[in-house]
Structure formats: C-alpha cells, structure tokens
C-alpha cells in the first residue's frame, strides 16, 4: 500500500522559515515527479512546486525565490524549504507524486498519490 506522509507543518510569524518533508512508503518513485500543492479554505487545489525525476523543478510565481524544492531519491522522500513565508501562504499543504509522469508537472491529474497534508499557518 502506498503511502504519502507529511510533517513539518504549523504556525509561524510572517518573515519566518518553514521545512516541510514528505515521506513515501510501498513503491519508489525516483524517476517520477513529486510535488507540493496547497489548498487554502474556498479556494482551489493548486501547485507550489514540482520536482522531476531527472531533478528539474517547477514552481508557482508567487513562490519562485522563497521556497525550494528537493528530493531524495534513495530516501523516497521529497522536501520544501519555505523562506520569507507570507500570510497568503497559509494553506494545507500536500504532497503527491506520479506513477508514469517523470517532467515536474502543475497538472494534479498527473499525480496518482496524496498526502493527507499538513497546515501552514502564518501570521502577520
């Protein structure tokens, strides 16, 4: 059975870090894409940041400079490092990754996997 877990997650001061880590279980995913996508309360599921299997990322605008996005293949385990964190990034936070998209992708469609997520919540 696979197995998306989150942690990390809480409630910080605007200007603060935050690292949060993803751990999968029951398959590997090294050569696939892995990602952190948000959800905020009415609003729509969308990415923060993707990362491929060959290590190329992608991120949403409202996010490029401040967060990064890594991954250890051996480990089956991707990460988000959020600097600078913005009131406007609180949301829950969930991790997915892909069984046959190997390109960091925006598409939730593209991720067979979930998390149960975690919350971020920043205050100003």
């Known amino acids: 059975q696979v197995q998306l877990v989150e942690s990390g997650g809480g409630l910080v001061q605007a200007g603060d870090s935050l690292r949060l880590s993803c751990a999968a279980s029951?398959?590997?995913?090294?050569?696939?894409?892995m990602g952190w996508f948000r959800q905020a309360p009415e609003k729509e599921r969308t990415l923060v940041a993707a990362?491929?299997?060959?290590?190329?990322?992608k991120y949403a605008d409202s996010v490029k400079g401040r967060f990064t996005i890594s991954r250890d293949g051996f480990k089956n385990t991707v990460d988000l490092q959020m600097n600078s964190l913005k009131p406007e990034d609180t949301a829950v936070y969930y991790c997915?990754?892909?069984?046959?998209?190997?390109?960091?992708?925006?598409?939730?469609?593209?991720?067979?996997?979930w998390g149960s997520g975690t919350q971020v919540t920043v205050s100003s």
């Open positions: 990362i491929g299997g060959d290590g190329d990322t």
């Open positions: 997915a990754a892909g069984s046959y998209v190997q390109y960091p992708t925006t598409n939730p469609d593209a991720y067979d996997y």
């Open positions: 029951g398959r590997t995913f090294r050569n696939y894409a």
